[in-house]
């Protein structure tokens, strides 16, 4: 059993690696998406802010898990030029408010409802996290969740926020 779950450990890295690694140090491909609240919200207008981006859907265990997380990260650090955008990728904007209004997070939550954006950034697995530094440059991308990784989203987050 360990030598499976070691394999598959290893095989993951390789994989998320590889996948994250063709994406950093370019530009964040640029979108518009609304809000629940109905506004629209554009990635470019947030240029001179790190940027968080996390695509999720209701039906993920793990994004249940990390929301509440990436919403105590946009709290402590919003003053300090950070924001969290939360990328809902179902057809169904109902689940979306549902889940949103269950958890009651701080951060916008955006509709991707055609998966246009979730396209642009060759999300794979739900959660898929990006981290975007004040210059709009792609910096780092996750896929999936597991307990601890928003340590790592901190750290990454603080760093970011002192270049």
Same mark, same amino acid.
């Given at each position: 059993?360990?030598?499976l779950t070691l394999a598959y450990l290893?095989?993951?890295?390789?994989?998320?690696?590889?996948?994250?690694?063709?994406?950093?140090?370019?530009?964040? !491909?640029?979108?518009?998406?609304?809000? $629940?609240?109905?506004e629209n919200v554009r990635l470019k207008?947030?240029? &001179?802010?790190? %940027? /968080?981006?996390?695509?999720?859907?209701?039906?993920?265990? !793990?994004?249940?898990?990390?929301?509440? $997380?990436?919403?105590?990260?946009?709290?402590?650090?919003?003053?300090? &030029?950070?924001? %969290? /955008?939360?990328?809902?990728?179902?057809?169904?904007?109902?689940?979306?408010?549902?889940f949103i209004s269950e958890l009651n997070?701080?951060?916008?939550?955006?509709?991707?409802?055609?998966?246009? %954006?979730?396209?642009?950034?060759?999300?794979?697995?739900?959660?898929?996290?990006?981290?975007?530094?004040?210059?709009?440059?792609?910096?780092?991308?996750?896929?999936?969740?597991?307990?601890?990784?928003?340590?790592?989203?901190?750290?990454?987050?603080?760093?970011?926020?002192?270049?």
């Amino acid at each position: 059993m360990k030598k499976l779950t070691l394999a598959y450990l290893l095989l993951f890295c390789v994989f998320a690696g590889q996948a994250a690694s063709a994406e950093l140090d370019k530009s964040a !491909p640029d979108f518009t998406l609304k809000s $629940l609240s109905g506004e629209n919200v554009r990635l470019k207008e947030l240029t &001179g802010q790190v %940027v /968080l981006v996390n695509f999720w859907a209701s039906w993920c265990g !793990p994004c249940r898990k990390e929301m509440p $997380l990436l919403d105590e990260l946009h709290s402590k650090y919003n003053d300090l &030029g950070f924001t %969290v /955008l939360g990328i809902n990728v179902e057809q169904q904007n109902q689940k979306a408010k549902d889940f949103i209004s269950e958890l009651n997070v701080s951060f916008p939550v955006l509709l991707d409802d055609e998966n246009t %954006v979730s396209k642009l950034f060759d999300v794979e697995a739900m959660p898929t996290t990006v981290i975007i530094d004040r210059n709009s440059t792609l910096r780092y991308v996750h896929y999936g969740y597991k307990a601890g990784d928003e340590k790592l989203y901190k750290k990454m987050v603080k760093a970011l926020i002192r270049e």
